[in-house]
Each structure stands twice: as structure tokens, then as C-alpha cells.
């Protein structure tokens, strides 16, 4: 049974870990222009006629967001 517990503390780790990083930092993460951004972003890409332009440019999206997103989370 010991080994069970400390397995489940082992997986909870980096889960406690990133949590801890993100209310410890003090300062609140401003994302929500980043999810406006995504929205208005797949929404240009849903303009191309073809399937494959669509995907790129919505793997473009994709990128722009994350980038946004460690920024606002990260100020880097």
C-alpha cells in the first residue's frame, strides 16, 4: 500500500509543481486577449478555400496564441 501512495504523490508532482509556480508568481495572467485573438484568427483561416490553407493557417493560430499566452503567463 505504501508503494501505491507514494506512486500517486510521484504523478502528482509536477501537477502540484506547476500549480504552486502559477499562484505563486503575483501577478495575474491577462490571457483573455489571447483567446480573442485565436477567435479572430481562426476566423480569418476559415476564409481560405482550401482545406489544406485552412489547416495551416489554423496551425498558425495555434502558435500565435501559445506565444501570447507565455507572454502574458510568463512576461517573457
Do not use: N
Not at 503575483?26 to 479572430?40: I, K, N, Q, V, Y
Not at 480569418?44 to 482550401?50: E, I, L, R, T, V
Amino acid at each position: 500500500m505504501g508503494g501505491s501512495t507514494s506512486r500517486r504523490w510521484l504523478q502528482l508532482a509536477p501537477v502540484l509543481l506547476v500549480l504552486a509556480l502559477v499562484m505563486g508568481t503575483g501577478r495575474t495572467a491577462h490571457a483573455a486577449e489571447c483567446f480573442a485573438d485565436l477567435r479572430s484568427c481562426y476566423i480569418k483561416a476559415a476564409g481560405f478555400g482550401d482545406w489544406v490553407w485552412i489547416w495551416v493557417a489554423g496551425l498558425d493560430c495555434e502558435l500565435d496564441f501559445t506565444e501570447c499566452f507565455r507572454v502574458k503567463l510568463l512576461g517573457r
